[in-house]
């Protein structure tokens, strides 16, 4: 699932590939942007904020996506074969080295580069900010702190907050914490918290394999998230998980009973992994 961490190492690699090169061929399948054509122009950055990714142009013009729960960009050798069936792709930029992909990226924009921040000025602070700072973390922690009624769980993925945590992140966080995901925002640290998140999607920001645990094996990536059948990391004790969040904003959050103390959800668990 991408996450701060899958865009920002998504970014490093669409940087590589496309800065400095004039395109030979753009070809964009999705309705909004079916006659734009782009072949000529130049690209001169690619960066991200969160979830979100800009390729941007000589000439003042944003390429934006997100990737949302399925969506990714693919590097391809001139004619090599394509890792995923054509129909899935939304975006094709081409020049003479490399030919670059974006698969399910449902969400595309071409604007003003000095209009980025209509996409992106809500956000709080981007977790992963090469420019990151104690003001950065105060201002974090300062938002966290003031949803005290809240779930933690719930206001972990509020990119408001902090820009760049999902559901895996969320659930590993809280369990790092040593609290229930349903536990109320003002029994946490925001302090602790913000810095959990700042270091756990730092680690992870330029590998493939995510691992909350410091551990790349298989199996042993993460603490509780989807281990309902292995259990918990730590204890070895049952994983429960179960929705948090209303409608399309629910989520299956994994937890440990024993490791994180706290309230749990009335409802009947999620049906999970």
């Not at 580069?113 to 209509?118: D, V």
């Not at 602070?125 to 300062?142: K, V």
């Not at 009624?149 to 902090?162: H, K, P, S, Y």
């Not at 925002?185 to 959990?196: I, Q, T």
Request: aromatic share 6%; glycine share 10%; with cysteine.
């Amino acid at each position: 699932m991408p996450e701060g961490d899958t865009v920002f190492h998504t970014g490093a690699t669409l940087r590589r590939a496309l800065v400095g090169k004039r395109l030979t061929l753009t070809d964009f399948r999705h309705p909004a942007l079916a006659t734009a054509d782009l072949a000529g122009t130049e690209v001169s950055e690619v960066g991200t904020v969160g979830k979100h990714l800009f390729i941007r142009f000589r000439g003042g013009l944003s390429l934006h996506s997100h990737l949302g729960m399925d969506g990714s960009w693919r590097v391809f050798r001139p004619g090599q074969r394509w890792s995923m069936p054509a129909h899935h792709a939304r975006v094709v930029l081409r020049h003479q080295e490399a030919e670059v992909v974006g698969f399910r990226v449902h969400e595309l924009e071409l604007l003003a580069t000095g209009e980025e921040p209509r996409l992106v000025g809500h956000l709080g602070p981007d977790l992963l900010d090469p420019r990151w700072s104690a003001e950065h973390a105060e201002r974090a922690e300062r938002e966290l702190a003031r949803r005290g009624r809240e779930e933690i769980g719930t206001a972990l993925l509020d990119q408001r907050v902090m820009a760049g945590i999902g559901n895996v992140y969320k659930t590993e966080i809280c369990f790092l914490l040593g609290v229930s995901p349903w536990t109320p925002v003002a029994e946490v640290d925001p302090a602790r918290a913000v810095a959990l998140a700042r270091r756990l999607l730092s680690a992870n920001a330029l590998r493939p394999q995510r691992s909350t645990t410091g551990e790349l094996a298989v199996g042993r990536r993460t603490w509780v998230y989807e281990r309902t059948r292995q259990g918990c990391l730590r204890c070895g004790g049952r994983v429960r998980v179960a929705a948090q969040g209303t409608g399309r904003f629910a989520r299956p959050t994994w937890f440990c009973p024993r490791c994180q103390p706290g309230p749990v959800p009335q409802q009947r668990p999620h049906a999970g992994k």
